[in-house]
Each structure stands twice: as C-alpha cells, then as structure tokens.
C-alpha cells in the first residue's frame, strides 16, 4: 500500500495519479494524520514549506516505519516561462515526489509528472508565448521530466497541428452529433450507449429529438461559423440507413453543405456496414469514416464481445474503398485480454494489406462501468513490459506505412501510463481530432451523453456542458439541454 501524507498543499488529485503511474496495483491511501501510518507499506510525506524567502517542496519517504531517504525541490528555480504561481508550486511538488516514487521503484515512467491527459496542450501554450523549441525541449525533459522521445513526440505532434487549429478564433465551432446505439457492448467499453435491438422502437422518435436540437444550436450559434462535423456514439450506422440520412440532411440543412469543411461518420464496427448505408453516406458527401477492428485476431473479437470476424472487416473495408471512400480510419487497441506481442504483429500484417489513410492506436484504459472492469480477475492482460512491446511495434508499423501522429491523448486508467496516438498520411489528418483533442475550439454537442464546451481565447479556458447520459432523459427534457448552452453561448 502506498500512503501520502500532505502538509501546507492539497494537491491530492495529482499526486494519486503520479501513485499509480508507479504502483498502478497499488492501493493509494491519504492519510489526515501521520500518526495513521504504522509500520507497513510505504509513506510519502509531502512538505511545503518556505525558508530563506524561497519556497521549497520536500519529499520523506518511509518504508515499513522507516525513514528511507527524502527528496527536495525548490520552487523558485522551476523554469517553465511565464505561469501562474499556483501551477509552478504543483510541479515543485509533483517533481519533488517523482525523484521520491523513483527512488524505491524499479521502473521508468515516460510522461513524468505529467497527470493530465493533453500534454500536446502544453507544448502549444509554450508555441504561443514565442518559446523557442530548443528550450520546450528542455522544459519539458527538465521541468516535467519527460523522456525524451516522448517530448520529441508532442513537440512535433504540435507543429503539425498549428496549421490547422490558429489562428483561434472564438466565433469558429464545430459539431458532434451522438448516435447511442450499438448492436452489442464490448467489455472495455465505458461511453453512454444502449442497445439497439432493446431500444429499435426509440430510434425514429430520437432521431427526430436530435433533428430539433441541431435546429436549435443553429439559432444559438447564429453569428458563427462552423468548421467541422463529426457524427460518433455508440455505432451510427447500428441504426437504419433512412434514420442517419434525417440527421445528415438536417446538418447540411442547418449549416450548409458548403460551410463545413470536414465530416466525418464513425460507422465502426463492420457488423453495422453494409453497401446501403456506405452508398448512402458516399452521396451525402460523406468525407471521411471510421472502421474499427480494434484487434484481427478472430478469438479476441469473440472475447470482448464483437459478432464479427476479421473477414467481415476485411470484407467492410474493401466495400467502403469500392464506393468510393477516400479516407479511412481505423482503430486498434493494444493489451486487449490474452493478447501479446504475437497478436499484435499478426494484426499490424492484417492492416498493412488493407492500407488505410489514418490509424488510431489506443492501450487499453481500464474504465469504471465497464464490463472489463467489473470482471477483469477473470482475463489474462499483458505487463508493462509487453505493452511497451506492443505500442514499439505500432510505432515501427506506423513509420513503415508513412503514417505520421498528428493528435494524441492519455487517459487516468490507461494500462502501463501509456498513450493513445493518431496516426494518418500526410495531408489525410482528421481536423475534428485535432479541435477536440487541443481544446483549441468550441465544440457543440447534440445527442445523449454528447458535451459541448465553449472555449474563450483570451482565457485560454473551457466550458464543459454535459447532455444527459440516460436516453430516457435526454428524451425527455431535451429543452433543459438547449437552456443550459444557451446560457454560455449568448
């Protein structure tokens, strides 16, 4: 068990998730009283403390009621270019704890002390400020204490996005618009979902209350300008051809064809996909879809709870290029349950025969309400050691097939303290990704379980606001939803 014992700061969020970056099979404890700890596992304590008119952070750690060793930072010689006070004395204290957290484990933790989920973000604060790359460079392996390679990644993961995202803009959004259904749930799976042969008899009747919210956010974003659509869930295409076509037209109808400059329909999984609903969305000018295999291995689709196989993939894939569908994603997951390197590999030589234009590249995050979660005693799933072979070989993949990241995020629960990167050919990079991803851009969403979030350019802030997440709520109180965006946007 892991304690922490925090005296003069309260940066408790933080300093669990560095915990679990090193001890993810670790209990994390925090104690309102050192004397609590008694004479098993390992205590942290974290000290704020000033001396000498400087501000230091101090770490003593404790191993089974002995003192081991301590870790000081000071604060004032943090140099991170211009932030808030506030900011700087967290990392002095996340870094303090970093030194403290490698001292006693046996491992290397690539992204430092970083916790958050967008450390792209970072690097595009400093762009704004004119830093100079070199000196990002040093900031984010000294300050943040990064490795290397992975701030090389983002720094050059920014670059390519800046084109796309500035110059900001407050009156540019785009929309997400949320299709719940799906045929079946996969047992990772934690997003607002229902399915859809329990709920076919709710999905013209949703349809036609996403229809009159979309209307609605056309007359609050009266004045702006929209930039990119993007259509997910759930499975879009789990529902009939003639019910996404209503809610593709009343896009177009409410914003113009011509005014949106990327949309995107996230069709998935290939058991939803057929010649009707992939010429129907070709002739609704349809620029970019999604099929996700997640794995081509046949006994690992069957055990995350997928009807198909990798030739009904295959088979999806092929038919989508056929009509005419020039760029197409598709996502993969490493450290599924039961697989390994070998699976990997096997599903890497699967995808290079098919080519696609973009690949996404999760790990498995291990998310409450999921299926996974509640059972996962149940599964074999790989060390830290195997997952880092696994994403090694993804990255030599993508290099191989001239794929290059242009977004990338990390989530609290995601297996090793890895990543998840988008890879896609030059010039083929999805711009919704990259809006949502950077938080750069005003997002309306439309849809149960959908969030919208106003961003303020000269804040440099969000503002989240949630839809419902039951559909029977969403159904219902609808009018709540446009109020709340009303309230933020007008």
């Not at 097939?401 to 990390?410: A, G, V």
Request: with cysteine; proline share 4%.
């Amino acid at each position: 068990m892991i304690y922490f014992y925090l005296d003069g700061h309260d940066f408790k969020y933080d300093l669990f998730q560095l915990g679990k970056a090193f001890f993810p099979n670790k209990e994390v404890v925090f104690l309102e009283n050192k004397k609590e700890y008694g004479d098993q596992g390992c205590l942290l304590e974290s000290i704020l403390y000033e001396e000498s008119n400087k501000t230091y952070a101090k770490t003593n750690i404790y191993l089974d009621g002995c003192f081991y060793t301590d870790r000081i930072q000071c604060i004032d010689d943090i140099d991170i270019g211009k932030n808030g006070i506030k900011n700087i004395t967290k990392i002095g204290v996340k870094k303090s704890i970093y030194e403290g957290l490698l001292s006693i484990a046996d491992k290397e933790v690539p992204w430092g002390i970083l916790t958050g989920i967008r450390p792209v973000k970072i690097v595009h604060d400093l762009l704004d400020r004119k830093v100079t790359e070199e000196k990002i460079l040093s900031v984010l392996v000294k300050e943040y204490k990064l490795a290397p390679q992975k701030a090389e990644l983002i720094i050059n993961i920014s670059k390519r996005q800046r084109k796309y995202i500035y110059p900001l803009n407050k009156n540019r959004f785009s929309l997400y618009v949320s299709i719940p259904f799906c045929p079946s749930r996969c047992i990772y799976c934690s997003f607002p979902s229902v399915p859809v042969n329990r709920y076919i008899n709710m999905i013209e009747n949703y349809r036609e209350k996403v229809i009159w919210e979309i209307e609605k956010i056309r007359e609050l974003m009266d004045g702006k300008f929209i930039n990119t659509v993007y259509i997910g869930g759930g499975t879009p295409t789990a529902i009939p051809s003639k019910d996404l076509e209503k809610i593709i037209q009343a896009v177009y109808l409410n914003f113009g064809k011509d005014n949106i400059k990327e949309f995107t329909v996230e069709a998935g999984r290939p058991d939803t996909i057929d010649e009707e609903v992939l010429s129907m969305l070709n002739e609704n000018d349809i620029d970019r879809i999604s099929i996700n295999p997640q794995t081509m291995n046949n006994e690992t689709l069957k055990l995350i709870g997928r009807n198909h196989t990798k030739d009904d993939i295959k088979r999806a894939y092929y038919l989508a290029k056929e009509i005419g569908f020039k760029v197409i994603n598709m996502d993969l997951i490493v450290g599924l349950p039961s697989e390994g390197k070998d699976e990997i590999i096997n599903t890497l030589m699967e995808i290079e025969e098919l080519n696609p234009e973009n690949l996404t590249v999760h790990t498995l995050a291990v998310k409450r309400g999921s299926k996974f979660k509640e059972t996962m005693d149940k599964y074999s799933v790989g060390d830290q050691k195997s997952i880092e072979e696994m994403i090694q070989e993804t990255v030599k993949f993508a290099h191989k097939m001239n794929l290059k990241p242009y977004y990338l995020y990390r989530q609290k629960q995601i297996m090793g303290n890895f990543e998840n990167v988008g890879y896609s050919k030059e010039g083929m990079e999805c711009i919704y990704n990259m809006a949502i991803m950077e938080e750069k851009e005003t997002i309306i969403g439309a849809g149960m379980g959908s969030v919208s979030k106003i961003f303020f350019p000269k804040e440099n802030r969000l503002e989240r606001i949630p839809n419902f997440k039951s559909i029977e709520e969403y159904m219902e109180r609808t009018d709540e939803l446009i109020e709340r965006k009303r309230r933020w946007i007008l």
